[in-house]
Protein backbone atom coordinates (compact mmCIF):
# COMPACT_ATOMS: atom_id res chain seq x y z
CA UNK A 1 0.00 0.00 0.00
CA UNK A 2 1.21 3.38 -1.11
CA UNK A 3 0.04 6.25 1.18
CA UNK A 4 0.52 9.77 1.58
CA UNK A 5 -0.27 12.77 3.83
CA UNK A 6 -2.43 15.82 2.75
CA UNK A 7 -1.79 19.12 3.65
CA UNK A 8 -4.84 22.14 3.48
CA UNK A 9 -2.36 25.24 3.42
CA UNK A 10 0.30 23.76 5.30
CA UNK A 11 -2.22 21.81 8.26
CA UNK A 12 -1.95 17.81 7.84
CA UNK A 13 -5.72 17.26 6.94
CA UNK A 14 -5.63 14.02 6.07
CA UNK A 15 -4.41 10.67 4.31
CA UNK A 16 -4.66 9.47 0.77
CA UNK A 17 -3.81 5.66 0.15
CA UNK A 18 -3.95 3.26 -2.72
CA UNK A 19 -4.46 -0.55 -2.78
CA UNK A 20 -5.44 -3.67 -4.78
CA UNK A 21 -9.16 -2.33 -3.79
CA UNK A 22 -8.37 1.43 -5.35
CA UNK A 23 -7.65 4.99 -3.52
CA UNK A 24 -9.16 5.74 -0.35
CA UNK A 25 -8.91 9.62 1.49
CA UNK A 26 -10.00 10.40 4.53
CA UNK A 27 -9.59 13.29 6.81
CA UNK A 28 -7.62 12.81 9.87
CA UNK A 29 -10.17 13.08 13.67
CA UNK A 30 -8.14 15.76 14.91
CA UNK A 31 -8.45 18.04 11.65
CA UNK A 32 -12.37 17.06 11.58
CA UNK A 33 -12.60 18.25 15.73
CA UNK A 34 -11.76 21.80 14.17
CA UNK A 35 -14.04 24.34 13.26
CA UNK A 36 -14.71 24.59 9.28
CA UNK A 37 -14.25 28.08 9.05
CA UNK A 38 -10.35 27.65 10.37
CA UNK A 39 -9.83 24.11 8.91
CA UNK A 40 -12.29 24.18 5.60
CA UNK A 41 -12.48 20.80 3.48
CA UNK A 42 -10.21 20.04 0.96
CA UNK A 43 -12.39 20.89 -1.96
CA UNK A 44 -16.34 20.59 -2.22
CA UNK A 45 -15.83 17.18 -3.58
CA UNK A 46 -14.71 16.10 -0.40
CA UNK A 47 -16.93 17.36 2.78
CA UNK A 48 -15.39 17.18 5.99
CA UNK A 49 -16.67 13.67 7.61
CA UNK A 50 -15.12 10.58 9.15
CA UNK A 51 -15.51 8.12 6.52
CA UNK A 52 -13.14 7.17 4.20
CA UNK A 53 -13.98 8.20 0.34
CA UNK A 54 -13.13 5.61 -1.71
CA UNK A 55 -12.85 5.20 -5.86
CA UNK A 56 -11.25 2.65 -8.51
CA UNK A 57 -8.96 5.24 -9.65
CA UNK A 58 -7.78 8.87 -8.61
CA UNK A 59 -9.77 11.23 -7.45
CA UNK A 60 -9.79 13.87 -10.07
CA UNK A 61 -9.06 16.55 -7.56
CA UNK A 62 -6.32 14.97 -6.97
CA UNK A 63 -5.48 14.27 -10.83
CA UNK A 64 -6.08 17.90 -10.98
CA UNK A 65 -3.01 18.62 -9.50
CA UNK A 66 -0.68 17.13 -11.88
CA UNK A 67 1.21 18.92 -14.57
CA UNK A 68 -0.10 18.40 -18.58
CA UNK A 69 2.14 18.93 -21.54
CA UNK A 70 5.26 19.73 -21.48
CA UNK A 71 5.81 20.54 -17.78
CA UNK A 72 4.17 16.44 -17.46
CA UNK A 73 6.71 15.28 -19.95
CA UNK A 74 9.77 17.08 -18.13
CA UNK A 75 8.78 16.01 -15.27
CA UNK A 76 8.08 12.05 -15.84
CA UNK A 77 11.84 12.22 -17.79
CA UNK A 78 13.78 13.65 -14.94
CA UNK A 79 12.03 11.83 -12.11
CA UNK A 80 12.10 8.88 -14.16
CA UNK A 81 8.23 8.40 -13.34
CA UNK A 82 5.96 6.41 -15.59
CA UNK A 83 3.61 8.84 -17.23
CA UNK A 84 0.65 6.43 -16.34
CA UNK A 85 1.11 6.27 -13.14
CA UNK A 86 -0.64 9.03 -11.68
CA UNK A 87 -0.23 8.37 -8.31
CA UNK A 88 3.71 8.02 -8.41
CA UNK A 89 3.40 11.36 -10.01
CA UNK A 90 1.36 13.17 -7.09
CA UNK A 91 3.44 11.59 -4.80
CA UNK A 92 6.86 13.25 -6.50
CA UNK A 93 5.54 16.18 -7.48
CA UNK A 94 3.10 17.92 -5.72
CA UNK A 95 4.86 18.40 -2.28
CA UNK A 96 5.36 21.83 -2.27
CA UNK A 97 3.17 24.35 -4.02
CA UNK A 98 -0.17 23.46 -5.71
CA UNK A 99 -2.69 26.17 -7.18
CA UNK A 100 -5.39 24.75 -5.05
CA UNK A 101 -3.26 25.08 -1.57
CA UNK A 102 -3.45 21.37 -0.86
CA UNK A 103 -0.09 19.67 -0.71
CA UNK A 104 0.39 15.79 -0.93
CA UNK A 105 3.64 14.26 1.14
CA UNK A 106 4.65 10.59 0.98
CA UNK A 107 4.75 8.20 4.08
CA UNK A 108 7.48 6.54 4.05
Request: some cysteine.
Amino acid sequence: MQQAHVYSRGILAGVLSKDSTGYHFQYLSDYLAQDSREYPPISLNFPKQKSAFKSNFLFPFFYGLLAEGEEKALQCRSLRIDDKDHFARLLKTCEAETTSGVTVKEIP
